[in-house]
């Protein structure tokens, strides 16, 4: 294999010396007494993932997060382009900062991430909100306290237009929002060009970061106490395969999985197109590895699988679920689907209905497709009215919600290991999780939280688990 792209440790050595200048012009600059950052993440895991690198960057600069802006001396909306309705919250909360700016003129306001990766909508942006004075994308993320040096340094509005998107930049810091729960990137990019989707095109290419580096962080997290650790990429079946000599994905989490402690291993998304039986096997295998497979089918038509060039058809995709199901006892599986994709009718939306009666999914990530600019699907016909296809979309969520409901009824009376996350308000009620990602809500102490524990499952509502701590 060639190595088309390779992986850069600069991140230390050229943007370091920004993050202190950046702290000097800061004890001038805050409002308050110490600099202030809020940071809006939009959009899915990766998203959220380069979040914690721009607060990692910002924490070594001296700033302290708060979740509101209205005392920020720094405001940044990292976006997320999939779909309309994600964009339009962006506008509309970019637009509810006006008289913010107007208050605190000092406060600088920036927009990275996915939206600002397609040229016409950052131009859009760029000059509908002139108090907006820092724009850059996904591709840029590396450079950022280069980009706030210069953007605070010369009281000017700074604008990446091009920048590569071949390389995988390492070093960067990271402050993670959860103290037990975790992700951790393993590639970048996409190569799959699904017709709808506006991902590739935002994220560049698809290029992995190395087995060593993975590994490495890995071993961080679990001995800093990370219990739930998530690997992501946007087809993490297709692993290493721009590097030299590198581990597939399946062997990659068998060395992590080999790592000794008290953790859990997700990993998302599998591509149904690449998602092999070794895979299958190393889940049902393996120590640490949790038995949920989120394998997204998008559709259970044939014809619109074809024509969202999704490279699998519903035999093929129902071989690796049956396979799963053989092999993983009791495996929790998850889905992405979309209704409405240019020219799907009414017979292949039942082609949807009977894959996922078929399949019984725990949850499904259901989306009203929606048209992305400069994706091929966005020219196709779409006939079908927005009034009809939100009929079926009901239809799809009824049909789901009840085999959700069966599928939490059937495991009232048996004990569930559960990872506690937080507290749901209030009387003492913990909301924990399944390794198969189901919420179970259990009476108990605040000390749980972040500790495994066995729950006696005693109720069951349509999305969620009720039991007690045994
Ligand atoms: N790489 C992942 C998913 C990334 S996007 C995968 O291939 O599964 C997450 C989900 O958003 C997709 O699975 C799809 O269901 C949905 N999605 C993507 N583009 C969309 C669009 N234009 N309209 C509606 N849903 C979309
Ligand atoms: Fe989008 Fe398809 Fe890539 Fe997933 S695999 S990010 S749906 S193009
Ligand atoms: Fe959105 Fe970008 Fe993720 S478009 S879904 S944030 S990769």
Same mark, same amino acid.
């Given at each position: ?170 070093? !960067?810091?990271?402050?993670? /929002?959860?103290?037990?729960?975790? %992700? #951790?990137?393993? +590639? ?5 060009? *699904? $017709? ?56 990659? !989490?068998?060395?992590?999985? /080999?790592?000794?402690?008290?953790? %859990? #291993?997700?990993? +998302? ?5 690449? *998602? $092999? ?194």
């Amino acid at each position: 294999m060639t190595e088309k792209f390779s992986t850069v440790n600069d991140f230390n050595d050229s943007q370091d010396e920004y993050l202190n200048l950046i702290y000097e012009i800061m004890q001038d600059r805050k409002r308050g007494e110490k600099p202030i950052a809020f940071i809006r993440t939009y959009g899915c895991q990766q998203n959220v993932a380069d979040g914690e690198r721009i607060k990692g960057m910002l924490q070594k600069a001296g700033f302290e997060f708060e979740d509101k802006p209205d005392n920020a001396d720094f405001i940044l909306f990292n976006t997320c382009a999939v779909r309309e309705h994600a964009e339009d919250r962006v506008f509309g909360n970019v637009g509810a900062l006006k008289n913010l700016k107007l208050k605190y003129p000092r406060t600088l306001i920036a927009l990275c991430g996915c939206m600002m990766e397609q040229k016409h909508i950052a131009e859009r942006m760029y000059k509908s909100f002139p108090y907006v004075g820092l724009v850059f994308g996904t591709h840029a993320l590396h450079q950022f306290p280069e980009l706030l040096y210069r953007s605070l340094s010369s009281g000017k509005r700074v604008y990446v237009r091009d920048n590569d998107d071949s390389l995988v930049h390492e070093g !960067i810091p990271v402050k993670r /929002d959860g103290a037990f729960k975790g %992700w #951790l990137p393993i +590639m970048y990019g996409c190569n799959n060009f *699904c $017709t709808y989707c506006i991902v590739p095109y935002v994220r560049g290419r698809e290029r992995s970061r190395e087995s060593d580096i993975i590994l490495c962080e890995a071993r961080e997290m679990i001995n800093s106490g990370y219990k739930d650790i998530t690997l992501l990429g946007q087809n993490v079946n297709s692993y290493g395969k721009n590097l030299k000599n590198s581990p597939s994905f399946a062997e990659l !989490i068998k060395e992590i999985d /080999d790592i000794d402690g008290d953790y %859990w #291993l997700r990993f +998302m998304t599998s591509h149904p197109k690449d *998602c $092999t039986k070794e895979l299958i096997d190393t889940i049902a295998q393996s120590k640490h590895i949790s038995k949920h497979l989120h394998l997204p089918f998008q559709s259970g038509s044939d014809r619109i699988l074809k024509a969202m060039n999704r490279h699998y058809d519903r035999e093929k995709y129902l071989g690796i679920i049956n396979y799963a199901k053989e092999r993983i006892p009791d495996v929790s599986l998850t889905s992405d689907v979309i209704v409405g994709f240019p020219g799907e009718t009414y017979e292949d939306f039942k082609q949807t209905l009977s894959l996922i009666r078929e399949v019984e999914y725990t949850s499904l990530f259901t989306f009203i497709y929606s048209p992305r600019v400069g994706t091929p699907a966005a020219s196709m016909d779409d006939p079908i009215s927005a009034a009809e296809k939100s009929k079926w979309f009901q239809e799809l969520l009824d049909v789901q919600e009840e085999i959700a409901a069966k599928r939490c009824k059937s495991m009232i009376g048996t004990t569930q290991k559960v990872l506690v996350e937080n507290e749901k308000g209030k009387d003492n009620i913990l909301n924990a999780r399944t390794s198969g990602n189901i919420v179970v809500e259990a009476k108990g102490g605040k000390e749980l939280i972040g500790t495994f524990q066995n729950v006696k499952i005693t109720n069951a509502g349509n999305w969620i688990l009720k039991g007690d701590f045994v």
